[in-house]
């Protein structure tokens, strides 16, 4: 079994009110072999909702919209909510948004808003991964 970001298989979450559908991985929805989470609906986030990107502010990591609020606290608990699902449900394997602050996982933006890339992981993916989660994205998870 799989957790998969929701907006991979279909549903409007992301923070501009989309999704990136992606085909096979709405099949594995529909298959009964993954489950669709999306952290920051589970943080009770709007959809949509301003632009986010991590940001290291006095060398702590914090997530900022691009407005300048400071969104971590909500963050972490979708983490932490998604992290309890893969716990309780004993899954093992994760496919996430690339790029994402919350679902990224390898590249992340840079946190100046320029579409910019650097090395890094969302806070989700970063904690799943912390706790022995396989991370994928929609890129590699073949």
């Known amino acids: 079994m ?3 970001s929701a907006c991979l298989v279909g549903i409007n979450c ?10 096979a991985l709405k099949k594995m929805i529909d298959d009964g072999i993954a489950i669709a989470v999306c952290p920051e609906v589970m943080a009770g986030l709007p ?8 940001q290291f502010i006095l060398g702590e ?3 900022i ?4 609020k400071d969104y971590t606290k909500a963050f972490n608990f979708g983490a932490e909510e ?5 716990l309780s449900k004993h899954l093992l394997k994760a496919i996430l948004q690339s790029r994402s602050p919350s679902c990224g996982f390898g590249k992340i933006y840079n946190g100046c808003f320029d579409g910019k890339l650097i090395p890094g992981n969302g806070i989700t993916a970063e904690l799943l991964h912390k706790n ?11």
Request: proline share 2%; hydrophobic share 25%.
């Open 61 to 63: 990591q914090r997530v």
């Open 132 to 142: 022995g989660i396989a991370i994928f994205t929609e890129d590699n998870f073949e």
């Open 82 to 86: 998604t992290l309890k699902i893969c």
């Open 65 to 68: 919209s691009k407005s300048g």
């Open 2 to 4: 799989y957790i998969i």
């Open 14 to 23: 992301r923070y501009n009110g989309t999704s990136t559908l992606n085909s």
């Open 47 to 54: 959809t949509p909702r301003e632009s986010c990107e991590i």
